[in-house]
C-alpha cells in the first residue's frame, strides 16, 4: 500500500531510465502497484511499448456479485493485467486468507489467462520447530488441488520467508536454495518432471542489488519477488541489473 498513481508513474519512469533494452531480453520485469495505479501504467506501458509487464497485487475468485471492495480477475484482465500475486504472507496473516481461498483464487487467474504468482513460506515458530519443508509443501499442495497440468506450467511460486522479514534474522542464498529446491520436488511428486522444470519459482525476502545475483545464480531460483526495493525505481532498476 504505497505510491500514489502519480508516484507510480514517477517510479516506472525512473525505472525506465535506468534499464537498456538488452536487460528487459534478459528477463521479465513485472510491476505490481496498487489498484488505483493500474490504469495510470497500462497506458503507459502501451503507449511507449516499454516491454514491462503489469501485475497486480490482489483479486477475488469470483467473476462478479455483491462483494463490496473487492476486485475480479476478469476486471484486471480488462487492464491486461498478466501476473496477479495469490496469497502474499500479508494477505494470509493480515485478512486471514486461508489455503482453500488460495486454490479458488488461482484457479480464476489462470482461467482467465493470467499468471498468478502463488506465494508460500513458514513463520519463525514453525522454522524452530523444524516442520518447515513440511509446511511449504502442504501450502504448495492446497494451492494446487485441482489445477490441470496444462494450466499450472503457466504458474509462478514465490518463497517468502515469514520468519526473516522483520525478525533480525537474514535468509541467505543457501536457505533460499533449500526450500525453492523443495517446492520444485513437489511439483515433480504432484505432476511430472517436465512440469517441475518449466515452473518458475522465485524468491522475495529483503532483495536488493547486493544479493539479487547471488540468489539467482542458485539451480531453483528462477527470479525474484522484489518488496521495498521496487518502490524505487532506480533501486528496481538495478535490481534487475543484478540478476544473472
Not at 39 to 51: D, N, P, V, Y
Not at 191 to 216: E, K
Request: glycine share 8%.
Amino acid at each position: 500500500m504505497n505510491h500514489s498513481h502519480y508516484e507510480a508513474v514517477q517510479t516506472v519512469q525512473q525505472l525506465k531510465a535506468t534499464l537498456i533494452e538488452a536487460d528487459l531480453t534478459r528477463v521479465d520485469v513485472v510491476v505490481h502497484p496498487p489498484f488505483t495505479s493500474l490504469r495510470s501504467l497500462q497506458t503507459i506501458f502501451e503507449a511507449e511499448k516499454l516491454g514491462i509487464f503489469l501485475g497486480a497485487q490482489h483479486c477475488y475468485f469470483e467473476k462478479s456479485g455483491a462483494y463490496t471492495g473487492e476486485i475480479s480477475p476478469e476486471m484486471l484482465a480488462k487492464l491486461h493485467v498478466s501476473y496477479v500475486i495469490v496469497g502474499h504472507s500479508e494477505r494470509r496473516t493480515i485478512f486471514n486468507q486461508t489455503d482453500e481461498i488460495v486454490n479458488k483464487t488461482t484457479k480464476a487467474i489462470l482461467n482467465s489467462s493470467m499468471y498468478p504468482v502463488v506465494c508460500v513460506g513458514e513463520s519463525l515458530e514453525i522454522r524452530q520447530a523444524g516442520t518447515q519443508e513440511s509446511f511449504v509443501e502442504s501450502q504448495v499442495e492446497a494451492a494446487f488441488s485441482g489445477v490441470k497440468t496444462e494450466l499450472i506450467k503457466r504458474a509462478i511460486v514465490a518463497y517468502e520467508p515469514i520468519w526473516a522479514i522483520g525478525t533480525g534474522n537474514t535468509a541467505t542464498s543457501e536457505d533460499a536454495q533449500l526450500m525453492c529446491k523443495t517446492i520444485r520436488s513437489k511439483v515433480r511428486d504432484l505432476y511430472d518432471d517436465d512440469t517441475s522444470d518449466l515452473i518458475r519459482i522465485v524468491y522475495g525476502g529483503s532483495v536488493n542489488q547486493d544479493n539479487a545475483g547471488l540468489l539467482c545464480a542458485e539451480t531453483d531460483i528462477d527470479g525474484l519477488l522484489v518488496g521495498g526495493a521496487s518502490l524505487d525505481g532506480v533501486k528496481f532498476g538495478n535490481v534487475v541489473k543484478a540478476v544473472i
